[in-house]
């Protein structure tokens, strides 16, 4: 069964204007084949296609998939995007199809990238829950700093720090095991890791200074290793 992106409209599916090449000439989407058409809701509509049209293309709806593919608890990772964007595609792919709930772009002292291609992270996003049937998109913040995610969002999570400096740290992997309930605020620095001045900031805001295991990690990596940790809990 195909999946395309769409939304609902009463008892019919329509898909986005995007899908359509896609469906009519590559895929050849015919009356009355049945679809799956996610709009990143949780839940996913199957329908029986109605109209095929190279400018629409139309489904009768026929059941609605409730929270589909959906994981457990809440982990939002602030993360900064790497020098070379495939990278931080790359961490977007693999860290939808595990089930991440929210991703905010991090711009660090150390940051080379501070811009980025939301239309394109959003297609990857989206390619993504497709294919590893998540029903809902991850919540994708605009770039942010250290400094005022701290302050918006420290209060609302188990908020914690990895990096890779000289000083106590506690095991990622433990404190979500001890804590699978709880929403999960991870921050993940650049190449150059994060300034001791941003370390100290994040503890006096109450951040967990944690640690991803024995080894140095690339910066997609180490969000890679920190989802599969919190799906893992």
Known sequence: MHSFWGQREGD??????????????SLRVETGDV?????????VYVGRVSQVHKKYVLAQHLETLRDY???????HIAIAPTKNVDRIHFFLEKAV???????????????????WNEERALRIMK?????????????????RTVESLIKEDAAASLA?????????????VEL???????????????????????????QAAGFHHVHL???????????????AAFAQR
């Open 12 to 25: 019919l599916l329509r898909l986005d204007a995007e899908e359509l090449a896609h469906a009519v000439k």
């Open 35 to 43: 679809i799956q058409v996610f709009d990143g809701s949780g839940d």
């Open 69 to 75: 593919g959906a994981v457990s608890g809440h982990l």
């Open 97 to 115: 199809e595990m089930g991440i709930h929210e991703i905010s772009p991090l711009v660090a002292f150390h940051s080379e990238r501070r811009h």
């Open 127 to 143: 390619a993504a829950c497709t294919q590893s049937r998540k029903g809902r998109l991850p919540l994708l913040h605009s770039p």
């Open 160 to 172: 914690c720090m990895a990096t890779c400096m000289d000083s106590p740290q506690e095991s990622w």
């Open 176 to 202: 979500v095991r001890k804590n699978p309930e709880r929403p999960v605020l991870l921050m993940i620095g650049p190449e150059g890791d994060f300034s001791a001045e941003e370390l100290a900031l994040a």
């Open 213 to 227: 295991g024995e080894h140095r990690l690339r910066t997609e990596t180490a969000g890679l290793y920190a989802v």
